[in-house]
């Protein structure tokens, strides 16, 4: 029985964080997050990927220690080998080094491209609702001034926010969201 992916990892170094700055990784956790364990090519199928285009991302990935085998499907010349992810949430340490900050930032750039370019693609197809209950395409942008305390309170609203709605991403049913959260500082 395959083991259950934990509900999140704190990840620091360079490794991880560099398996995370190239968008077509993050896509792959994704795919592994929802339904896995799954083979190599079973996510290229979802993706619309060639397999042989993914190997060298899953190598990366499973060295970084985001994703691990979870067994073998079928015998002989149909054999494959199915991967999981190790944990469905993913938090960066706080960085050490130049190197690590550098690719923390290379890291949320990404994240933050691949969510635009959702964004993009809802609000261009024209089926996306972006009003009422049932939207599922919205974009906010807040310039705050915070004292320490509403700071506190602000990071603890983050933090269950994050954890209510990742507890959803387990659901079989309804409609795939991509939710992205970004504070930083306005003075940087």
Same mark, same amino acid.
């Given at each position: 029985?395959?083991?259950?992916?934990?509900?999140?990892?704190?990840?620091?170094? %360079?490794?991880?964080?560099?398996?995370?700055?190239? !968008?077509?990784?993050?896509?792959?956790?994704?795919?592994?997050?929802?339904?896995?364990?799954?083979?190599?090519? $079973?996510?290229?199928?979802?993706?619309?990927?060639? !397999?042989?285009?993914?190997?060298?991302?899953?190598?990366?990935?499973?060295?970084?220690?985001?994703?691990? $085998?979870?067994?073998?499907?079928? $015998?002989?010349?149909?054999?494959?080998?199915?991967?999981?992810?190790?944990? %469905?949430?993913?938090?960066?340490?706080?960085?050490?080094?130049?190197? $690590?900050? =550098?690719?923390?930032?290379?890291?949320?750039?990404?994240?933050?491209?691949?969510?635009?370019?959702?964004?993009?693609?809802?609000?261009?197809?024209? =089926?996306?609702?972006?009003?009422?209950?049932?939207?599922?395409?919205?974009?906010?942008?807040?310039?705050?001034?915070?004292?320490?305390?509403?700071?506190?309170?602000?990071?603890? =609203?983050?933090?269950?926010?994050?954890?209510?709605?990742?507890?959803?991403?387990?659901?079989?049913?309804?409609?795939?969201?991509?939710?992205?959260?970004?504070?930083?500082?306005?003075?940087?």
């Amino acid at each position: 029985m395959p083991r259950k992916a934990a509900d999140s990892l704190v990840i620091r170094g %360079r490794t991880p964080l560099r398996a995370l700055s190239a !968008p077509q990784r993050v896509r792959i956790l994704e795919c592994l997050i929802a339904a896995a364990p799954q083979s190599i090519r $079973e996510v290229a199928g979802t993706l619309k990927r060639p !397999p042989a285009a993914l190997y060298h991302h899953f190598a990366l990935l499973e060295r970084a220690g985001l994703i691990l $085998e979870a067994g073998v499907r079928g $015998e002989g010349r149909t054999a494959e080998r199915t991967y999981a992810p190790v944990a %469905r949430a993913l938090h960066a340490a706080a960085p050490r080094t130049k190197i $690590e900050r =550098d690719e923390l930032a290379r890291a949320g750039e990404t994240q933050v491209r691949y969510a635009l370019r959702r964004f993009s693609r809802a609000v261009r197809s024209g =089926d996306a609702p972006l009003q009422g209950a049932k939207r599922t395409t919205a974009v906010r942008h807040l310039t705050l001034q915070v004292s320490e305390g509403q700071l506190e309170a602000l990071n603890r =609203d983050i933090n269950a926010l994050t954890a209510k709605w990742a507890q959803a991403a387990s659901s079989d049913d309804g409609v795939q969201l991509s939710l992205l959260v970004v504070v930083a500082p306005e003075t940087a």
